[in-house]
């Protein structure tokens, strides 16, 4: 990741000032279009946090938006490793495409956006980064310290927990108890990598298990 604001020189611009721009979702990393950026335009995205083009059709700056109001606001801009290219991670507000898809490499009008499933990569690689370097003051250190009894009794607690705020959202309902059910959903997810890691087992394994799973069920 760069700030351009402060490196836009590490940019390699093409021979007519231009670099390609990569857009994607930031939730669960699905390519949204690619577009053409010169300084003014990188400039303007930093400062707005909304996604700005070069427009090579009209030769002038364009706002992503401007005319449908589906923006793309910035969450982080990276630069490959070539400096020719950058990749902007967004938070799209409506469909990318002119057509009315999500992407413009979506065929079907509607296409769902994502999960943000991508993101438990991030997590999981900060929980190997703890497990490695064990610094001080660290809760996910301290789990790991007190061996998988101490993982696993916190897995066990918040288990517990999501179903008590699982039953309170079947009494009450509303946005308090389904707030209140993803907060621990969250913290059982979290604890759960936290075992993984404290047994040196890696998220993918239980996940190509329920690949296996799901095949198996689907040739029956």
Not at 2 to 19: M, N, S
Not at 52 to 71: C, D, P
Not at 150 to 163: I, M, N, P
Request: proline residues 5%; contains cysteine; aromatic residues 6%.
């Amino acid at each position: 990741m760069i700030d351009p604001t402060a490196d836009a020189a590490a940019v390699a611009w093409g021979p007519e000032g231009l670099v390609p721009a990569i857009v994607q979702d930031e939730l669960d990393g699905r390519v949204l279009m690619l577009g053409w950026v010169d300084a003014e335009a990188l400039a303007a995205t930093v400062a707005t946090g909304e996604v700005h083009f070069h427009s090579r059709s009209r030769g002038r700056l364009w706002r992503k938006g401007e005319a449908s109001g589906n923006v793309l606001r910035l969450r982080s801009v990276s630069l490959d490793c070539d400096g020719d290219a950058l990749l902007f991670a967004v938070e799209p507000v409506g469909p990318t495409c002119h057509r009315g898809t999500r992407s413009c490499f979506d065929d079907a009008v509607g296409a769902p956006r994502g999960q943000g499933f991508g993101w438990l990569e991030d997590l999981w690689t900060t929980l190997e980064a703890r497990a490695r370097e064990r610094p001080p003051g660290s809760y996910t250190v301290k789990l790991l310290d007190g061996g998988v009894d101490a993982v696993g009794r916190k897995v066990t607690e918040e288990a517990t927990e999501v179903l008590i705020a699982a039953k309170d959202h079947a009494i009450a309902g509303g946005p308090e108890s389904a707030s209140a059910l993803a907060g621990e959903v969250a913290d059982l997810l979290y604890h759960t990598f936290v075992l993984l890691a404290e047994r040196g087992i890696v998220p993918a394994e239980p996940l190509r298990v329920l690949r296996d799973r799901h095949a198996g069920r689907k040739g029956h």
